[in-house]
């Protein structure tokens, strides 16, 4: 059964850093796009910024030039890191990926349960 396990969530104060990481097993045949996705409280979830496996990226609007996906693809994880973090980022944020899990099969997508990422002095 694929399973997403997001680490790396925690407090920090603003102006810091935290990089977030996400692994995928479980049955695992080939993985397309990951990415993570954000909900604060009251919010609707939003895009963060996704990667494919071929390393196309694509981020929302409100993290380009601070935050930076990456991901390794031997290992199935999928990273973020995500610099100059101000208060309004606080959210919890969710895992995602398109995975596939034996040939002949399509493409599912699947979330992760989520790490929460508070800024606050």
């Known amino acids: 059964q694929v399973q997403l396990v997001e680490s790396g969530g925690g407090l920090v104060q603003p102006g810091g850093s935290l990089r977030l990481s996400c692994t995928a097993s479980?049955?695992?045949?080939?993985?397309?796009?990951m990415g993570w996705y954000r909900q604060a409280p009251g919010k609707q979830r939003e895009l963060v910024a996704r990667?494919?496996?071929?390393?196309?990226?694509e981020y929302g609007d409100s993290v380009l030039g601070r935050f930076t996906i990456s991901r390794d693809n031997a290992k199935n994880t999928t990273y973020v890191q995500m610099n100059s973090l101000k208060p309004e980022v606080t959210a919890v944020y969710y895992c995602?990926?398109?995975?596939?899990?034996?040939?002949?099969?399509?493409?599912?997508?699947?979330w992760g349960k989520g790490t929460l990422v508070t800024v606050s002095s």
């Open positions: 995602n990926a398109d995975i596939k899990t034996a040939r002949w099969a399509s493409f599912n997508n699947y």
């Open positions: 479980g049955g695992i045949f080939a993985t397309h796009a």
């Open positions: 990667i494919t496996s071929f390393g196309v990226t």
